[in-house]
């Protein structure tokens, strides 16, 4: 697999992030289409504020967000629209931040590694093969099995040497 298709999203520097925002909701929109799922307005808002920028969010910021944006929706209702997004694999649960990052290429990979910078925050998404091959190789010698790998990686980004 080449680099390219292996980096889902990489360390951005400085961008034009409503590029990123605009990318991210059609692809929504489009993966919610082919999973004949609806992406009603409370899951587009919560959608919305977890791609405010690269940096995880956790579930009571996210609440936060909205009731600031003027949105009142109970704390349950949001909940529901978070878990919504990850069953969708529109979002994804940061397991060792307890939080949640937008996932700009929905519905085109499966497994994933996370590289977390410590220093500002962001996150980098690969979906590198070899990593979860050599995984489940060492898990099949433990004869052990129902895999579920979670990689994430803390560090330093470029931006942030
Ligand atoms: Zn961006
Ligand atoms: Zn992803
Ligand atoms: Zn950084």
């Keep these: 697999m080449s680099k390219k298709e292996r980096v889902i999203s990489p360390f951005h520097g400085r961008h034009d992030h409503s590029h990123c925002q605009n990318q991210a909701m ?4 489009a993966e919610c289409k082919r999973q004949g799922l609806r992406l009603t307005t409370i899951r587009q808002q919560v959608l919305e504020i977890i791609w405010m920028s690269h940096n995880p969010i956790g579930a009571y910021d996210v609440l936060q967000k909205l009731q600031e944006a003027g949105h009142k929706p109970s704390p349950p209702t949001a909940y529901r629209a978070l878990d919504f997004l990850v069953a ?9 931040l307890n939080a949640y990052i937008g996932c700009p290429s929905p519905g085109a990979h499966h497994e994933c590694q996370f ?9 980098a ?15 099949e010698e433990l004869g052990f ?4 790998p979670v990689i994430e990686v803390h560090g330093v980004c470029t931006s942030c040497q």
């Excluded at 969708?88 to 060792?96: D, Q, W, Y």
């Excluded at 590289?115 to 996150?123: F, P, S």
């Excluded at 099995?145 to 579920?148: F, I, S």
Aim: aromatic letters at 2%; proline letters at 0%; glycine letters at 2%.
């Design 26 to 29: 059609e692809a929504a929109a």
């Design 115 to 123: 590289y977390i910078c410590t220093q500002c925050g962001h996150i």
């Design 125 to 139: 998404e690969l979906n590198s093969s070899a990593v979860t091959e050599a995984l489940r190789m060492d898990a």
């Design 145 to 148: 099995k129902r895999v579920q």
């Design 88 to 96: 969708a694999k529109l979002v994804h649960r940061v397991e060792s």
